[in-house]
């Protein structure tokens, strides 16, 4: 696997491959029959996850809505880049909505058979609802959101016609999507969304990477794009042509930094806060993030 990509170099463990769910991806792509058992389990999930979009999407379709539910992220990538859908891991789907449809997708959820779950709520994740539904073969989740990232509403978003029910965004804005909720949203929690970003590059051999910079500064997203695009260079072997702040990059990303899921000390915190684009976004995550902590504690 070595001479496949430089992620590979790393020498992960079982319980690596589990935390970064990419045991499906490792059959699949690589050909590790080792995880052949995960990938059938995750297999049968995708396909009762998409069997229940579907019918979602014919009720949605029947509704007087403002705008096409939009559908992104693994749910999206099921349907466009990942053939083998036991190859990508999914727990949950991801629906973006415009606000004013909120109250007609929230009773077309209901009426399938989803409840709404209790979370705690705060300014970085308001704009969320999260659903489930039992089956006999899998719990099912979904996840409402009226907003992507907390700086930019609904509107904000570039979509697209996907399929006969669904929208998603468009290239650029999808890929500049992955890498801020990767980066600026998770701090590079989990790998395989690493590797959505890298066969979403090789797959669309489209994108043109000037435009991409242009619109990651209109989302104010640009430290996201390019801390993804230096790890995907570094790691993967793409010739992504941006400027880097190589000797802070080098430092911040490691094998260690990407494989390693529960990160904290030095690094960590300053890819959390250097990949926000400004000052003000990370200072103001940072209050109400301590604020929301102490709520928690005194409730």
């Keep these: 696997m070595k001479d496949l990509l430089p992620i590979f170099e790393f020498h992960f463990s079982k319980e690596d491959a589990l ?53 992104l992220k693994g749910i999206a990538l099921l349907k466009t880049i990942y053939a083998d859908i036991g190859s990508r891991f999914m727990s949950d789907c991801d629906l973006l909505v415009d606000p004013q449809d909120l109250a007609t997708v929230k009773k077309v959820l209901l009426s399938r058979g989803f409840t709404i779950q209790k979370t705690s709520k705060w300014f970085a994740n308001e704009f969320k609802i999260e659903f489930t539904k039992n089956t006999e073969a899998v719990e099912i989740n979904v996840e409402v959101h009226t907003k992507l990232l907390y700086h930019h509403d609904f509107q904000k978003w570039n979509r697209v016609k996907l399929d006969e029910y669904y929208d998603t965004l468009s290239d650029e804005d999808h890929f500049l999507y992955l890498c801020s909720h990767l980066a600026f949203s998770h701090t590079f929690l989990k790998l395989f969304w690493l590797f959505d970003i890298y066969f979403l590059h090789i797959e669309n051999t489209k994108l043109n990477y000037s435009n991409l910079y242009s619109r990651a500064k209109e989302l104010k997203v640009v430290n996201s794009l390019k801390m993804v695009s230096y790890c995907l260079n570094k790691f993967f072997k793409t010739q992504i ?24 000390g030095l690094r ?9 684009d400004s000052l003000f976004l990370s200072l103001k995550y940072d209050l109400f993030w301590a604020l929301n902590k102490l709520k928690e504690r005194s409730s």
């Excluded at 400027?243 to 080098?250: E, P």
């Excluded at 960590?268 to 926000?276: E, G």
């Design 19 to 71: 935390e970064n769910h990419i045991e499906g991806l490792l059959f699949a792509k690589f050909s590790l029959n080792t995880y052949k058992s995960a990938w059938k389990r995750q297999w049968h999930f995708n396909d009762c996850l998409l069997n229940e979009v579907s019918k979602l999407g014919e009720c949605f379709s029947k509704e007087q809505l403002s705008s096409r539910v939009c559908i």
């Design 241 to 264: 042509n941006f400027q880097f702040s190589t000797i802070i990059y080098s430092y911040l990303f490691t094998h260690i930094t990407l494989w390693k899921v529960h990160q904290s």
């Design 268 to 276: 960590y915190f300053l890819i959390k806060h250097l990949s926000k």
